[in-house]
Nanobody, 115 residues
Framework: QVQLVESGGGLVQPGGSLRLSCAAS????????MAWYRQAPGKLRELVAT????????YADSSVKGRFTISRDNAKNTVYLQMNNLKPEDTAVYYC????????WGQGTQVTVSS
């Protein structure tokens, strides 16, 4: 059974940084595409970034390019999202996902950017 557990969220001031982690279990992590999504209050869940099994990255949300970095450590079965220069509009619950599948979601971690 696949399990995804996010951590690293919190309250941060505008301009600050956070690093989110998502630990995967129950699957051969290294062969899967991993993704980060976010859902702001009153909005639909949206794709933020993906990283392939080979380490190729894509940022679906142009507003995060140059500020967010997705990475993975296959030895630790973990995917990361480094978020720098955070803005209030980045406030959301962040979820990791395996293979962009609707079946595989973590519980989410809250990120709040506020002064």
């Amino acid at each position: 059974q696949v399990q995804l557990v996010e951590s690293g969220g919190g309250l941060v001031q505008p301009g600050g940084s956070l690093r989110l982690s998502c630990a995967a279990s129950g699957t051969i992590f290294s062969i899967h595409l991993m993704a980060w999504y976010r859902q702001a209050p009153g909005k639909l869940r949206e794709l933020v970034a993906t990283i392939t099994a080979g380490g190729n990255t894509n940022y679906a949300d142009s507003s995060v390019k140059g500020r967010f970095t997705i990475s993975r450590d296959n030895a630790k079965n973990t995917v990361y999202l480094q978020m720098n220069n955070l803005k209030p509009e980045d406030t959301a619950v962040y979820y990791c996902n395996l293979d962009n599948s609707p079946r595989y979601w973590g519980q989410g971690t809250q990120v709040t950017v506020s002064s």
